[in-house]
């Protein structure tokens, strides 16, 4: 009864590690991984006869390393990084909110998480606040977050239904993404506006260690916040009253797994922009193979949601080299079309 | 264990719900709440389960005020199956009941052989053994209630707290859980139940609290409780009551004109 959930753990990391190492050899240059690794170890004795062994000392972090280790450290290791931490992320929210919902409809794109995320960076962005501070981004994107997820709460009221939260969180996201049209329509010059649409769209290219580094502790404290609400979730598929009964103080736990979504969401959109549908798409396909539980659903879908925008990225890279598309506009077309296929499953189960 | 509820009042948008009520359940007995639909019993049971805030009165387990107590410890002595028995998910039989072992894991901890083991005598005693690796969804309405009277059962709490347990089920699985109640109350439990079948309520329970809009109208063994004149104040119905070999029974004839 332990072993299957076991095995799929065992599966799906085994399936993530792989493709983070596919995903570091894929790029527009081809790099030698056994230069990359002997320069690694002795940074000094650069390989003369490589292909892309021209020292560069330009950078100052990088004196002593060959153009093949500057690629593979500065470009292709912050990418899959952050590819998986930012799908781990996406794919354990769409299961806590799932599991705190009690809907597999629910999810950090469509409750408006991300896109209040995305609202706050953009609000950033537009008033120029990332020249100020590094942190602005994401703290603008967590702060977006978390009144993302109080404002469906405030809106739906206490002892909502599930339907009105989900309600709400449709307003929510109504409102974020017509707040961040008007932010694009008031932008100052065409430039501001394609930055400002290129990063909504979603990418974790051309992105940096640092832009990692910075998100990370923020991603780490929600993960681990979200993780503890295995308990409670589960506790709560017997209805809240029960969950209460059972010894979970309702508004704590609630407030325990908000605080981790938009933490860690906020962390990720500011840094990616919106990659969208992980968070609905994981959940729901790991769901029946974890015997519909949603305690042991947020560590396999973590590793799904991370093996999946892995996927994504690979895919991105492999299929159209020279013309990137976007990783969230890919992620949608895929996600999508199984949105629709999800209503037309389960409409008929629906109340 | 003894649960207490003393001077209760609960009002919901400036409307009395609750009024004055004080209520109290002692071991070994099995409790009816009976009235109409809106006469506020399951609020009191809500209130009874720490569950409903009140605004005013105080609630006691073994004479110690509730509040006081931990929730996690709280748990251990007190379950309650919500109305109309929810399984969110669908859940394989034994990991529901096993949610049962709640308040005795921390976050990170996994069932013990302890646990297992009190989840398998959980299940016999509900006779759900068989069903240990159904789905829950895929049950009937009377396998599932008493998936989740095991899962109470796991528990091992002394006290059980139910709304309508039996409302949508046939005579035969209303019987059968009619039973486990009693049962529990006979290995030195106690049990606060919810019922609209006042036969179910006549036959099964040690006494009857008659609720009348927030208030206790009637209260004691059930036969003293379920007469005519009392049913027909707090109901307005006609009624007639046999009582025959296998009980009593109260059969109701018609409304009264008002």
Known sequence: MTSRPLLLIVLLATF???????????????????????????????????????????????????????????????RALLAVSIGATLGLAGAALQGLLRNPLAGPGLMGVSNCAALGAVI????????????????????????????????????????????AGVAVNAVASSLISLALNLAPNPYAMSEMVFWL?????????????????????????????????????????????????LGRERGIIISGVALSV?????????????????????????????????????????????LADVAVQSFTPGHELKLGVVTALVGGPFFLYLIIKTRNSLI | MKLQAKNIELKFDGNSVLKNISIAIDKNELVGLIGPNGAGKTSLLRVLANLQKYDSGELLLNEQAINSINRKQLAKHISYLAQGAPAHWPLEVYRLVALGRLPYLNPWSNLSAEDNAVIAQAMALAEIEHLSGRIVSTLSGGERLRVLIARMFATQSNIILADEPIAALDP?????????LREHCDRGGS???????????????HRLVLIDQGNIAFEGKPDCVLQTENIAQVYGIETQILHTESGMTIIPKSRTSN
């Open chain 2, 191 to 205: 049990s606060v139940v919810v019922l609209h079948d006042l036969n179910m309520a006549a036959r099964f329970c």
């Open chain 1, 266 to 310: 906020g962390a990720a959109v500011s840094v990616s922009g919106n990659v969208g549908f992980v968070g609905l798409l994981v959940p729901h396909l790991l769901r029946p193979l974890v015997g519909h539980e949603p305690g042991r659903l947020l560590l396999a879908s973590a590793l799904g949601g991370a093996l999946l925008v892995l």
């Open chain 1, 124 to 167: 950033a962005l537009y008033f120029g606040w990332s020249g100020v501070s590094i942190y602005a981004v994401p703290i603008a994107g967590m702060t977006g977050a978390a009144l993302s997820v109080l404002m469906i709460f405030l809106l739906a009221g206490q002892n909502s239904s599930i339907m009105t939260l989900l309600l």
């Open chain 1, 16 to 78: 993530t590690a792989a493709i983070f190492i596919v995903e570091l050899t894929t790029g527009p240059s081809s790099i030698d991984f056994s230069n990359v690794f002997m320069n690694l170890i002795n940074p000094e004795d650069i390989d003369q006869n490589g292909p892309n062994s021209g020292a560069l000392n330009a950078g100052s972090t990088s004196v002593g390393l060959g153009l093949d280790s500057i690629i593979f450290l500065e470009i292709r290791l912050p």
């Open chain 1, 201 to 249: 769209l979603g990418s974790i290219a051309n992105r940096s260690m640092s832009d990692f580094y910075l998100a990370l502790p923020f991603m780490l404290v929600g993960w681990l916040l979200i993780l503890t609400s295995g308990r409670f979730l589960n506790a709560l598929s017997l209805g809240e009253d029960t969950a209460q009964s059972l010894g979970f103080h």
């Open chain 2, 172 to 180: 035969y699985h209303q019987l059968h859980t009619m039973e486990l």
